[in-house]
């Protein structure tokens, strides 16, 4: 089961707390629980196309079926694997940034379990897919892995973030972000293999680079700024 209570909108309320966390998510894009919340009253058509597509994969089935959360009791094996491997990556991501997996906001607005754990799951990879694609935690990373998130589960949150993030750029960052990471992202996207159907737990121990070659996963671009 997915932690926290779930709350059941009508039609008008779910807008208007879109909006809101819209709005919200505007003034402050660190606020995690807002552009949560936009995600999920926004992206339920988008969450079904994803939850289907893991029912006909093999490994998507797997990940279904077990339920696994990205949390610090499951995954604080990885800070103490070999360097080369995916796992230790993603462990030095983490702790580089004094990040916590466990901070992750609980999904509130899915109407099922299957939806609210998939919706949890996106939102849980998110540190995976910086992981492997070798990308910043500053606007310009965080621009750049949103387009990829919208190629691979067209959700509309992913969409408006880069919109607002764009429109926070220095003149310095957005032709930065537009003539090199956004075209790169766009490609990336379209190259790698379904990145929800993978059960990245179970991959931890193989070796960075393996995983990316095999995934389709194309490291940012490095760009001297």
Known sequence: MVEGARVRLRGWQQAAVALGSA????VDPRRADLIAALGETTGKPAFERVLERM???????EILLDRPRVISKNVGHAWDLPENTFGAAYAKFMGSRNFSPDDR???RFMETEELAYVAMRAREVHDFWHTLFGLPTNLIGESALKVIEFEQMLLPMC???VIGGTARFTDKQRSLFYQHYFPWAVRAGMKSTDLMCVYYEK???????DVRQRWGIIPAPSIQR
Do not use: I, T
């Open 105 to 107: 906001p609980p999904v």
């Open 159 to 161: 969409f408006m973030s």
């Open 23 to 26: 709005v919200g998510a505007l």
């Open 203 to 209: 991959h931890f121990h193989e070796d960075l680079d």
């Open 55 to 61: 029912k006909r994969n093999p490994e998507g089935r």
